[in-house]
């Protein structure tokens, strides 16, 4: 797992807020005018949010979101079906509540390590 992406993540979790792909992306060395670069991206992200899923958390990488619609991209979706979490109904419903389960987790996660 990349261990700096995940911790810019959960970071930005504790402070119940995004950041972007074009934010996160340059991280792991990638571009997101790339086409291949946007699939690993999307890769690491997956990663990170499987790693989370298997650990009863919710999928971390709701917090990461394109810069034009601020909602996730099809993979993050993808994955949720895949991992049993949606059942494609409703997108935006499903991204606002997994956004807002990060969010609550992760500040709670940090209260109780400070």
């Known amino acids: 797992m990349h261990s700096d992406i995940y911790e810019r993540l959960t970071s930005v979790a ?6 972007t ?3 996160v ?5 990638l571009d997101m005018s ?10 690491i992200l997956g990663e ?5 899923h298997e650990q009863g958390h919710p999928m971390l990488s709701a917090v990461v ?7 996730p991209g099809t993979g993050f979706f993808t994955l949720a079906r895949e991992l049993g979490k949606f059942d494609g109904a409703d997108d935006l419903a ?6 807002h389960r990060v969010h609550d987790h992760w500040a ?3 209260a109780s390590a400070g």
């Open 14 to 19: 504790q402070s119940r807020s995004t950041v």
């Open 21 to 23: 792909y074009g934010e």
């Open 25 to 29: 992306a340059p991280m792991a060395g």
């Open 34 to 43: 790339n086409p291949a670069d946007r699939n690993e991206i999307a890769r």
């Open 48 to 52: 990170i949010s499987t790693y989370e």
């Open 65 to 71: 979101v394109l810069h034009d619609s601020n909602l």
């Open 94 to 99: 499903f991204f606002a509540g997994e956004l």
């Open 108 to 110: 709670v996660a940090s």
